[in-house]
T-cell receptor
Framework: NAGVTQTPKFQVLKTGQSMTLQCAQD?????MYWYRQDPGMGLRLIYY???????DKGEVPNGYNVSRLNKREFSLRLESAAPSQTSVYFC??????????????FGAGSRLTVL | GENVEQHPSTLSVQEGDSAVIKCTYS??????FPWYKQELGKGPQLIID?????GEKKDQRIAVTLNKTAKHFSLHITETQPEDSAVYFC?????????????FGKGTHLIIQP
C-alpha cells in the first residue's frame, strides 16, 4: 500500500545514546517533514525538506539532525538523546512545497523513550 | 508566524449528539484550513479541509465553517458514532504551504459516550 513508512515503531534509549529514525514514502512526494507529538502540545515541526537536497529547521530543531537521503527517504538523528526528547515522532510528506494541495500524509509514528 | 488555538481540549458527547470543535488563527494571510483525525496508535489523517474562498464545506456527517473576518473556523460532526472517538487537530497555512507547511492546534480529544 502506498504511504509513509517509519522505523522503528518503538525504541528505548539511555541518556546520551544516539539513534536514527528512518522514514520512506512511495508517493513520489517532493516535501517531507518530521514532527514530534507531546501531550497537550499538539504536533510541532522539527525539520522539513522542501525537496531532495534541501533541509530546513522547524519550530523545535535543537538536539536533532536530518538527512534527505534521496527523494523517498528522510531520516531524523538524535546525536545525544535527552529525557526531554521522549516523544512520539511522526514523519509526513506532501506533493510539493508550492503545490496547490497542502495535504500531509503521515506515517504511523515512532514512540521514543529516553531514560 | 502563524498561531493556532484550539478548543476544547477534551469533548465528551452522547452517541447521536453533535460535536463542535473551534479554532482561531492569527495570520490573516492563511487561506487553507484542514482538519486531521488521529485514532489511537495511528498517525493523523486528513478528514476535511476548506479554503478561504469558501465559507462552509460538508462531507456526509462532517462540516467545516470558516469566518475569515473573525479568523476562526470550526468542525461540526453530526449524529456522532463510536468510531468518531479520536483526537482531532485543526491546522492553518498559506496557499502553497509556505516554509513550514501546516501550523497545528493542540488537539481535541473527542469521546463518544454510548
Amino acid at each position: 500500500n502506498a504511504g509513509v513508512t517509519q522505523t522503528p515503531k518503538f525504541q528505548v534509549l539511555k541518556t546520551g545514546q544516539s539513534m536514527t529514525l528512518q522514514c520512506a514514502q512511495d508517493m513520489n512526494h517532493n516535501s517531507m517533514y518530521w514532527y514530534r507529538q507531546d501531550p497537550g502540545m499538539g504536533l510541532r515541526l522539527i525539520y522539513y525538506s522542501a525537496s531532495e537536497g534541501t533541509t530546513d529547521k522547524g519550530e523545535v530543531p535543537n538536539g536533532y539532525n536530518v538527512s534527505r537521503l534521496n527523494k523517498r527517504e528522510f531520516s531524523l538523528r538524535l546525536e545525544s538523546a535527552a529525557p526531554s526528547q521522549t516523544s512520539v515522532y511522526f514523519c509526513a510528506s506532501k506533493a510539493g512545497l508550492y503545490s496547490g494541495a497542502n495535504v500531509l500524509t503521515f506515517g504511523a509514528g515512532s514512540r521514543l523513550t529516553v531514560l | 508566524g502563524e498561531n493556532v488555538e484550539q478548543h476544547p481540549s477534551t469533548l465528551s458527547v452522547q452517541e447521536g449528539d453533535s460535536a463542535v470543535i473551534k479554532c482561531t488563527y492569527s495570520d490573516s494571510a492563511s487561506n487553507y484550513f484542514p482538519w486531521y483525525k488521529q485514532e489511537l496508535g495511528k498517525g493523523p489523517q486528513l478528514i476535511i479541509d476548506i479554503r478561504s474562498n469558501v465559507g462552509e464545506k460538508k462531507d456526509q456527517r462532517i462540516a467545516v465553517t470558516l469566518n475569515k473576518t473573525a479568523k476562526h473556523f470550526s468542525l461540526h460532526i453530526t449524529e456522532t458514532q463510536p468510531e468518531d472517538s479520536a483526537v482531532y487537530f485543526c491546522a492553518a497555512s498559506k496557499r502553497g504551504g509556505g516554509a513550514d507547511g501546516l501550523t497545528f492546534g493542540k488537539g481535541t480529544h473527542l469521546i463518544i459516550q454510548p
